[in-house]
C-alpha cells in the first residue's frame, strides 16, 4: 500500500495570512493526488484533483502543486471559512489512502 | 443537482453486522462509481474501505475487509449498500458514500453523503 504524510500535522494561522501543507507519498504517484477539506462533523470535500486542478466551486485562494512524491497546498489569504482539517489521498492505485490530516487553527 | 443521502444512525452489538443505504440522485446512477471510506471518532485518517464499478457494478475492496465487507448496489433504486458482518469496538466510525468526480478522474471523491455513524458497543 502507498503511505500518505502530512506535515504539519496541525498549524495555528491568522486571518490573511498565507499557509502551505505538505504531503508525502511513500512510491511515486505522479500527478494522482487529491486534496480535501473537512469540517467537524461534516463530510470531506474536494478542494484540488490531480495534484493541481482546482473542483468548481472552490475559491481561488487555494493552489496545488507538486507531483511524484512530493505535493503542497497552499492557501493565500486565510479566511475564517478556512479553518479545517485538510487531508490529502492518493488515486494512483487501490487501496486509496489518505494523509493522517493537517489541522488548521485559529491563532 | 448530484445527491448522496445516507441512511440514519446504528447501534450494534460486537458480532452483529450492519447495512448502511447511499441513495443517489440528480445524475445516470451507473455512469460513475461509488466509494466507501470510514473514520474513527475524533476526525482520525479516512479509510478507503472499497467501491462499486458504475458500468458493470463489479467491486474491489481494500484487504483490510476483504470477507467482512460486501457493496452492492439497487439501480432501480439508485442505491448503493455496504454491508460490514463481525463488528467489533473497532469498527465505531462514521461511514461515508462518495461518488467519483468524473469518469477520467477515477478514485476521486467529488460528491460525499452526509455520512452515517455506526456505533458498535455491548
Known amino acids: 500500500d502507498i503511505q500518505m504524510t502530512q506535515s504539519p500535522s496541525s498549524l495555528s494561522a491568522s486571518v490573511g495570512d498565507r499557509v502551505t501543507i505538505t504531503c508525502r507519498a511513500s512510491?511515486?504517484?505522479?500527478?494522482?493526488l487529491n486534496w480535501y477539506q473537512q469540517k467537524p462533523g461534516k463530510a470531506p470535500k474536494l478542494l484540488i484533483y490531480?495534484?493541481?486542478n482546482l473542483q468548481s466551486g472552490v475559491p481561488s485562494r487555494f493552489t496545488g502543486s507538486g507531483s511524484g512524491t512530493d505535493f503542497t497546498l497552499t492557501i493565500t489569504s486565510l479566511q475564517p471559512e478556512d479553518f479545517a482539517t485538510y487531508y490529502c489521498?492518493?488515486?494512483?492505485?487501490?487501496?486509496?489512502?489518505f494523509g493522517p490530516g493537517t489541522k488548521l487553527e485559529i491563532k | 443537482q448530484v445527491q448522496l443521502v445516507q441512511s440514519g444512525a446504528e447501534v450494534k452489538k460486537p458480532g452483529a453486522s450492519v447495512k448502511i443505504s447511499c441513495k443517489a440522485s440528480?445524475?445516470?446512477?451507473?455512469?460513475?462509481?461509488i466509494h466507501w471510506v470510514r473514520q474513527a471518532p475524533g476526525q482520525q485518517r479516512l479509510e478507503w474501505m472499497g467501491w462499486i464499478i458504475g458500468g458493470n457494478g463489479n467491486t474491489k475492496y481494500s484487504q483490510k475487509f476483504q470477507g467482512r465487507a460486501t457493496i452492492s448496489r439497487d439501480t432501480s433504486a439508485s442505491t448503493v449498500y455496504m454491508d460490514l458482518s463481525s463488528l467489533t469496538s473497532e469498527d465505531t466510525a462514521a461511514y461515508y458514500c462518495?461518488?467519483?468526480?468524473?469518469?477520467?478522474?477515477?478514485?476521486?471523491?467529488?460528491?460525499w453523503g452526509q455520512g452515517t455513524l455506526v456505533t458498535v458497543s455491548s
Open positions: 512510491q511515486t504517484i505522479s500527478s494522482f
Open positions: 489521498q492518493q488515486n494512483y492505485n487501490t487501496p486509496l489512502t
Open positions: 462518495a461518488r467519483e468526480l468524473g469518469i477520467t478522474v477515477a478514485g476521486t471523491g467529488g460528491f
Open positions: 440528480g445524475y445516470i446512477f451507473t455512469s460513475y462509481a
Open positions: 490531480g495534484a493541481s
